[in-house]
């Protein structure tokens, strides 16, 4: 480095005549000489991710892949838990309400037996002359009565729609016929009583509908 000083300002000082060197200092050539040598200029490289940073950034990226996957997981085995709870919850609570209703469809035809007991006597027998019909015929109807009492404790409910409206939900129509005086749809006759335990139709009413001349 010292020699090619040397020879620099050998060189600026033939050349001192030169106006357009003349401005050249021996300093500045080594300046420049030395930023060359030592390979420093103005633009600095940026030195690449070594390995490990790049093994490191992947890693993360698999893992926040991994967490994001099982948080997706959890969630829907959360919501799926949830979902079987509430089913579960209802088959418990419709086992409460409509387990017996295997039980009331056989009192269903008790009830229906001692109601056509009572309506098959006459009302012209019923006196004092005929004690024993009398008695009898009170027995049914106090048995009757309670048997009532009992549906209604169990929420079960007696459907009797005569000059309702038709509805195949609570009704089951055996016939349809033109009566005059009376509007279309509607029921004229009721061949059976109907019954709902907690609002639905346990057994339908058995009807004859008025269908238009």
């Given at each position: 480095m010292a020699s090619w000083c040397v020879r620099a300002i050998r060189q600026s000082s033939s050349n001192i005549a030169s106006p357009s060197l003349g401005r050249v200092t021996p300093r500045l050539l080594c300046t420049a000489a030395q930023q060359k040598s030592s390979g420093t200029g103005t633009e600095e490289e940026k030195p690449e991710p070594v390995a490990a940073e790049k093994a490191f950034i992947e890693e993360k990226t698999q893992l926040e892949e991994q967490l994001k996957d099982i948080t997706d997981k959890?969630?829907?085995?959360?919501?799926?838990?949830?979902?079987l709870r509430q089913r579960s919850q209802k088959m418990?609570?419709?086992a409460k309400l409509y387990g017996i209703q295997g039980f009331c469809k056989d009192l269903l035809e008790v009830a229906d037996i001692l109601e056509k007991a009572t309506e098959s006597v006459p009302k012209t027998e019923i006196s004092t002359a005929n004690p024993h019909l009398k008695n009898l015929y009170d027995g049914l109807v106090?048995?009757?009565?309670?048997?009532?009492?009992?549906?209604?404790k169990h929420s079960l409910v007696k459907l009797n729609p005569d000059g309702q409206k038709f509805d195949p939900y609570e009704h089951e129509a055996v016939f349809h016929a033109p009566i005059e005086g009376k509007e279309p749809g509607t029921i004229a006759v009721v061949t059976k009583v109907g019954y709902k335990l907690h609002g639905r139709t346990l057994r339908p009413a058995l009807v004859g509908v008025v269908k238009a001349p």
């Amino acid at each position: 480095m010292a020699s090619w000083c040397v020879r620099a300002i050998r060189q600026s000082s033939s050349n001192i005549a030169s106006p357009s060197l003349g401005r050249v200092t021996p300093r500045l050539l080594c300046t420049a000489a030395q930023q060359k040598s030592s390979g420093t200029g103005t633009e600095e490289e940026k030195p690449e991710p070594v390995a490990a940073e790049k093994a490191f950034i992947e890693e993360k990226t698999q893992l926040e892949e991994q967490l994001k996957d099982i948080t997706d997981k959890y969630k829907r085995a959360l919501a799926d838990t949830e979902n079987l709870r509430q089913r579960s919850q209802k088959m418990i609570d419709d086992a409460k309400l409509y387990g017996i209703q295997g039980f009331c469809k056989d009192l269903l035809e008790v009830a229906d037996i001692l109601e056509k007991a009572t309506e098959s006597v006459p009302k012209t027998e019923i006196s004092t002359a005929n004690p024993h019909l009398k008695n009898l015929y009170d027995g049914l109807v106090m048995t009757e009565v309670q048997i009532q009492k009992v549906f209604q404790k169990h929420s079960l409910v007696k459907l009797n729609p005569d000059g309702q409206k038709f509805d195949p939900y609570e009704h089951e129509a055996v016939f349809h016929a033109p009566i005059e005086g009376k509007e279309p749809g509607t029921i004229a006759v009721v061949t059976k009583v109907g019954y709902k335990l907690h609002g639905r139709t346990l057994r339908p009413a058995l009807v004859g509908v008025v269908k238009a001349p």
